[in-house]
């Protein structure tokens, strides 16, 4: 359970983010958050992953607040979660199957391990043929495979994801998307920032509404 209580947050000098922002995502549900631009997705976003603090209110995931776990310590909530960026965050100098065992080796795996878990990652998303090449040299719909890929490689609860369809072509946009389905079909709860309204009335999945940082409702489709 993921549970938000009166998030509110400022950058310094601006107008408010988000302003009250409270609602509940259950285990193994896939939820779409979506607005226009500027309407605080990536910043809500951010702060489920602790990559940002709130000015105030509280977080809650599998009855732990998370605002109150120490930076030393949240390598321990990040290994329950995984993140695809917006612009990927990918080693380009590293090959494919390294961007996507760092997190194994960060949490400490080493030798078989790694390598059946990458493995299995990469073949989820069609990408096991091309492990040892660059990313510079994959299409940018393959680069979106590889950060998913690197997502999935720890078997995490929850996948959290910033609009990651948001440069793809509308073919490209429905593969990746039918993948995170595939992958929440596994258990795995999805939360998914995007502004594309065709792929949200395809998927119907819950969706979230956000308006100048406040959420306006949450539905079901």
Same mark, same amino acid.
């Given at each position: 359970?993921?549970? !938000?209580?009166?998030? $509110?947050?400022?950058?310094?000098?601006? /107008? $408010?983010?988000?302003?009250?922002?409270?609602?509940?995502?259950?285990? @193994?549900?896939?939820?779409?958050?979506?607005?226009?631009? @500027?309407?605080?997705?990536?910043?809500?976003?951010?702060?489920?992953?602790?990559?940002?603090?709130?000015?105030?209110?509280?977080?809650?995931?599998?009855?732990?607040?998370?605002?109150?776990?120490? /930076?030393?310590?949240?390598?321990?909530?990040?290994?329950?979660?995984?993140?695809?960026?917006?612009?990927? &965050?990918?080693?380009?100098?590293?090959?494919?199957?390294?961007?996507?065992?760092? #997190?194994?080796?960060?949490?400490?795996?080493?030798?078989?391990?790694?390598?059946?878990?990458?493995?299995? #990652?990469? &073949?989820?998303?069609?990408?096991?043929?091309?492990? $040892?090449?660059?990313?510079?040299?994959?299409?940018?719909?393959?680069?979106?495979?590889?950060? +998913? #890929?690197? #997502?999935?490689?720890?078997?995490?609860?929850?996948?959290?994801?910033?609009?990651?369809?948001?440069?793809? /072509?509308?073919? !490209?946009?429905?593969? +990746?998307?039918?993948?995170?389905?595939?992958?929440?079909?596994?258990?795995?709860?999805? +939360?998914?920032?995007?502004?594309?309204?065709?792929?949200?009335?395809?998927?119907?999945?819950?969706?979230?509404? !956000?308006?100048?940082?406040?959420?306006?409702?949450?539905?079901?489709?």
């Amino acid at each position: 359970m993921i549970e !938000l209580y009166h998030i $509110w947050k400022k950058y310094q000098g601006n /107008d $408010w983010a988000l302003s009250d922002v409270s609602f509940f995502i259950n285990p @193994g549900e896939f939820t779409f958050i979506t607005g226009p631009s @500027g309407s605080g997705k990536s910043t809500l976003l951010k702060i489920l992953y602790r990559e940002l603090l709130p000015t105030e209110g509280q977080l809650v995931i599998d009855q732990r607040n998370i605002l109150k776990i120490p /930076d030393n310590k949240l390598y321990e909530l990040r290994r329950s979660m995984g993140i695809v960026f917006q612009d990927f &965050r990918l080693l380009f100098h590293k090959s494919v199957f390294e961007n996507v065992a760092v #997190a194994l080796r960060i949490l400490g795996m080493t030798g078989k391990d790694i390598r059946t878990r990458v493995f299995n #990652a990469l &073949r989820m998303v069609s990408l096991q043929k091309k492990m $040892w090449e660059l990313p510079s040299r994959l299409s940018y719909g393959e680069q979106q495979r590889v950060a +998913i #890929a690197r #997502a999935i490689v720890n078997n995490p609860k929850i996948i959290l994801a910033d609009e990651p369809t948001g440069n793809l /072509d509308i073919k !490209l946009a429905f593969e +990746i998307m039918s993948l995170f389905q595939e992958i929440n079909e596994k258990g795995t709860t999805v +939360i998914i920032c995007t502004h594309d309204r065709e792929l949200i009335r395809y998927f119907g999945h819950s969706i979230l509404f !956000l308006f100048k940082g406040r959420v306006l409702r949450k539905e079901q489709l």
